[in-house]
């Protein structure tokens, strides 16, 4: 097979990223005409202040609040919260924001801004991502074995951490469905189990990275980052989950390695499919991790809606994934979850193509930075009555406004190709849980416990923990 396309950089986003006075201050012309504050029209300093103190989620919603569903957030970047016109933007170009998901010095999937190199890959792994395919006995028992250790795990009428047992469940899940149902990592079982804490170390630097990545190199190169608080464990946590994923590749039969094999056939170095893996380790448990820890802190909450899924549950025989899979009730749990809990509620940017485009009777020029956030798409009374409200009956029969405007799996031909696995395993653990257990709050919660988001692009409660009582169910 020929390799695959080398990664060309367009080189547009260099071009906007000049900082002369001269250039802010015709940079600040071409946005004019876009709400927003003042001071966006000469300085990203504000947005880039909200990014790196963890608020820049909820700082971009409270500006379309207050200004609508288009704004300004710096001199050359906009934020849109108009479903209807959010599904085209999806298609336009990645920014070097995604560089920050590099790893072995390759670029990935989910990195590069290269259509060629990108569609390559997509099309080279995407058979196995399919729904068809992850239903197929040997992928469901990947996942039923692992759910049926995380309910191993569970003593009824104990306080159980569920942020660590789903993150275990789902790091587990995708690397056992990358390797083979044998091999990656086994955390549910007590193996590895230092690849979670690297992971939540490694994510402290994330947002440097991602928005000021020669200043961080600077401070790399001269070893003032040693001297921050957290990022020498940046560092560490990078090289334990480097070394982690080496050796779950490594230790693998490299002929029936489900995807890890099919990337063996690419032509790809080293570097490139460590870097491909790694991604998909981080981006398939985090965030499946973190939904089902804010669905089952919110369903531990509201026993009527608990108690409703229970029944629902004791019409189903579990082993039959299509049964469960058309369960109306749970399907409504899950979305609803994603919709208001999404565990990437942040804007995922894009750039405007050359010639510009005009939105909403604005005309925003080429190479202006733009995106829009499933956390605001999610909250428009216009598109889901009760917005706030957790309602799963709403996706019974769901309007097609409410479809316009739900993109936690984002839009285009970048969306997410981890969803099927992300539905299946969640489906899977939140029937096995509700069928056998009822779950509530322990009656004294720790301090720790909060469940606020803490916004690393990803989410995860405040303290990275959210504790439950499981007992068993009547
Ligand atoms: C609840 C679980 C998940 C959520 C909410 C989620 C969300 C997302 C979103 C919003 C994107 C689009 C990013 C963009 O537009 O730039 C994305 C892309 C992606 N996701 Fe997921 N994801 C989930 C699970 C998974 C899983 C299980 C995998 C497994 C490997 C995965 C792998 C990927 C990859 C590789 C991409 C990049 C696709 C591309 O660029 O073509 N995700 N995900």
Known sequence: MEPFPACQTSGQWTAHQSTSALAVYYKSLALKDVPGPFVTRYSKIPLLYQTITLNRTRYIHDLHQKYGPLVRLAPDEISLNHPPSVGPI???????????????GAKNMFSTPDRAHHSGRRKHLGGEYTKQYMLKPENLTVIYDRVRQMVNNIVPDEPKDVFYLFNYLAQDVISGF????????????????????????????????????????????????????????????????????HKWMDNCDQEKAHLLTKLNQTGMSREEISAEVMDHMGAGHETTGTTLTFMIDHLSKNPAQQKKL???????????????????????????TLRLYSSIPASEPRIVPDGGVTLLDKFIPPHTVISAQPYSMHRQEEYFDRCLDFIPERWLEPTA???????????????????????????????????????MKPAVLSEKEDMDFKDYYMITPKND?????FRKAD
């Open 90 to 104: 999806y298609n336009y170009e990645k920014t070097h924001f995604y560089n920050a998901f590099e790893a072995y």
């Open 178 to 245: 990358f390797f083979g149902n044998q091999n990656g990592s086994h955390l549910l079982q007590g193996q590895d189990t230092e690849v979670f804490d690297a992971w939540h170390m490694r994510r402290q630097t994330f947002h440097w990275w991602a928005e000021l990545p020669n200043f961080t190199k600077m401070l790399h190169s001269t070893g003032i980052a040693n001297l921050i608080p957290g990022w020498a464990d940046a560092t560490k946590g990078e090289e334990i989950i480097n070394d982690m994923t």
């Open 310 to 336: 229970h029944k629902e549950l004791m019409t189903v025989d579990l082993n039959d994934f299509n049964a469960v899979d058309k369960l109306p009730y749970l399907h409504g749990v899950v979305l609803e």
């Open 401 to 439: 406004k409410a479809k316009t405007a739900w993109m936690a799996f984002g839009k285009g031909t970048r969306g997410c190709i981890g969803q099927n696995i992300a539905m299946v395993t969640i489906k899977v653990a939140v029937s096995h849980l509700y069928k056998t257990f009822e779950s």
């Open 465 to 469: 923990t959210c504790t439950v009582v």
